[in-house]
Each structure stands twice: as structure tokens, then as C-alpha cells.
């Protein structure tokens, strides 16, 4: 049986990263996005040739689905179920940066409100429905189990996992990113809450932290960004890509982490190191 993975916001950056890897170990993906069609479609189809190249076949589909509404998270949902009938991954990987930049004394509740919609209200209750859909698939499995053979060990055991990704922005304070800051720290508790909660149905919860990776969301800042790193930011002097956030996700994917949950994996070249 292929494993299904959801990934929000995979049409690009980090989360198009995490579904070249998922499909390079051969899941079947869920490519989610919120208007960028062209790079959705531009994605399932690299998704299969990776998997091709592996000598996997894949099944990739892309639903658009704007995760700060509570009908397109349930739709998105509901056409993971249709087209898959399964979910052993979550990845909550969409998110936005801050509408403006504005200074923290300058922001407005109008901005908040639509980041925090995007970055933390999305992923809270994506998980929650997501969380609930991989209980009863796991109830569903153990009573076939029981019906079929008494005793015998499931060869392909079901461990749903659910990934959200944070951010260094978690704990490193920007002024003039202050919701983003908010929403990033919110994401930690959030792991450690769902860790706790679906431990008991066998649903390790983790929280992956990555550093300043390339991608539309930095290009913006990458002069910025290009010399910090060149004058020694982070202990390993370049900037992430997202293949490298995929390979973490990958990682876990695979259960290389089986007795860990509401962990946080960075990824992010050794910033979080405090030095002297
Ligand atoms: P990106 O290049 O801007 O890509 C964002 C992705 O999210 C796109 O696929 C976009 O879809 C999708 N998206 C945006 N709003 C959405 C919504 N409301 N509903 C569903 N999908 C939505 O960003 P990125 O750099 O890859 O960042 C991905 C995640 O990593 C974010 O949560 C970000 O905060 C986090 N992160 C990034 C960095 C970094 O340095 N880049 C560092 C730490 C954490 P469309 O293509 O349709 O617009």
C-alpha cells in the first residue's frame, strides 16, 4: 500500500523542496497552493519524474486551497480522501511573511489578521482534521486486522505523522516581522500540544526550524542576507535550500525518529548555536 502525503504550500520554495524528497522516497502527494497554478502543476509533474528516476511510480495531485479558510482546508481534506482514501503525512508548510514589512509600532490588526488566518489559525485546525481523519483510519485498520487474523503483526504497520514548519523567526526577534514572530513561536506550542494529545494513537508530531533558505519568500532580502552569511550569521556559511528541509521531512517520513514527538529539527546551517 503507497503512503499519502499532504503538503500545503508545495508549488513552490520549501514546500515544492519537501515534495521532490517525499516523491523521491515514493509517496503519493497532495501538492496544495494557493493561487500559483502553473508552478502547482510545474511541481506534480517534477514530483513524477524524480520518482521515475528512482525507479518509483508515483501518484501526484495539486488542489488549491487557501489554508486561512476553514471551506478550503475542509475541501482540501475532503480531496485528499477522494483521490487518496489515506493520509500518513501532514506537513504544514504554507505560510506568507509579513504583509509590508511595517515596523511593529506601525503594523496594522488588518495584516495581523490575515497572517495569523494563513500561518497559525491554518495549520491549528488543519491539524485537527487532519489529526482526527488518521485516528479513525487507524481504528479502521486494527478492527480489519482483528476481523482478518487474530494476532498476526501488520507488515505495513499505519504511523501517521504530522510536520508543521516553523521558523528561526520563532525566537529571533524582527521588529518590523512582528506577526510573523508571533505566529512561528505560536507553531512550537502547537507541535508540543499535538504531540501530547496523539501520542496515545501512535501520531508523532514534530516541528522542523528552518534557517534562511532560499526561495521567493527571501528573494527580496537576499543582498541583505547574502553578506550576514558571508560575514559569519550562521557556522555553516551558505544559505539553505529547500532540498534541504526535504531531506529532514524525508527523514521522519521514513520513521528514522520513531521515539521522538513534539521535537524541533533545525534546519538552518547552525544559527540557533548562541557563541562567544
Ligand atoms: P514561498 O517561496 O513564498 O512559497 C510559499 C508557498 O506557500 C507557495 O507554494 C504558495 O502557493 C503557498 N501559500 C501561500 N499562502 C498560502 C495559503 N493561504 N494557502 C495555501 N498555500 C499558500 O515561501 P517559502 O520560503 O517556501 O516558505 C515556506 C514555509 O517555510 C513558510 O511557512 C515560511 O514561513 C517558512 N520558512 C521560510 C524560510 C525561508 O527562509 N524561506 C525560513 C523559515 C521558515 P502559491 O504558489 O499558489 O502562491
Known amino acids: 500500500m503507497k503512503r499519502v502525503a499532504l503538503i500545503t504550500g508545495a508549488s513552490r520554495g520549501i514546500g515544492r523542496g519537501i515534495a521532490l524528497e517525499l516523491a523521491r522516497i515514493g509517496f503519493d502527494l497532495v501538492v496544495n497552493y494557493a493561487g500559483n497554478q502553473t508552478a502547482a502543476l510545474q511541481t506534480v509533474g517534477d514530483c513524477r519524474e524524480v520518482a521515475r528516476a528512482e ?4 501518484s501526484a495531485e495539486s488542489c488549491q486551497a487557501d489554508v486561512g479558510q476553514a471551506a478550503d482546508r475542509r475541501r482540501l481534506l475532503e480531496f485528499a480522501k ?6 500518513d503525512l501532514l506537513v504544514n508548510n504554507a505560510g506568507i511573511t509579513s504583509i509590508g514589512r511595517a515596523d511593529i509600532l ?3 490588526e488588518e495584516n495581523f489578521d490575515r497572517l495569523m488566518a494563513v500561518n497559525l489559525k491554518g495549520p491549528y485546525f488543519l491539524t485537527q482534521q487532519a489529526a482526527k481523519w488518521m485516528i479513525e483510519q487507524a481504528a479502521a485498520r486494527r478492527s480489519s486486522a482483528n476481523e482478518n487474523d487474530a494476532g498476526a503483526a501488520d507488515p505495513e504497520p499505519f504511523r501517521p505523522k504530522i510536520i508543521t514548519i516553523s521558523s528561526i523567526s520563532a525566537y529571533a526577534v524582527s521588529t518590523n ?3 510573523y514572530c508571533l505566529a512561528k513561536a505560536a507553531l ?3 507541535t ?3 504531540a501530547v494529545r496523539l501520542a496515545e494513537y501512535g501520531i508523532n ?3 522542523i526550524c528552518p534557517g534562511i533558505v532560499a526561495s521567493d519568500m527571501t528573494a527580496g532580502v537576499k543582498e541583505k ?10 557556522p555553516i556559511r551558505r544559505w539553505g535550500v529547500p532540498e534541504d528541509v526535504g531531506k529532514a521531512v524525508a527523514a521522519i517520513a521514513q520513521d528514522a525518529l520513531p521515539f521522538s514527538t513534539g521535537e524541533v529539527i533545525n534546519v538552518d546551517g547552525g544559527f540557533h548555536l548562541r557563541r562567544l
Open 55 to 58: 525507479g518509483r511510480k508515483i
Open 82 to 87: 477522494e483521490k487518496f482514501g489515506r493520509l
Open 106 to 108: 506601525e503594523a496594522t
Open 177 to 179: 516581522r512582528g506577526d
Open 188 to 190: 512550537g506550542m502547537l
Open 192 to 194: 508540543k500540544l499535538y
Open 205 to 207: 508530531v514534530y516541528e
Open 225 to 234: 542576507y547574502d553578506k550576514l552569511i558571508a560575514d559569519g550569521l550562521t
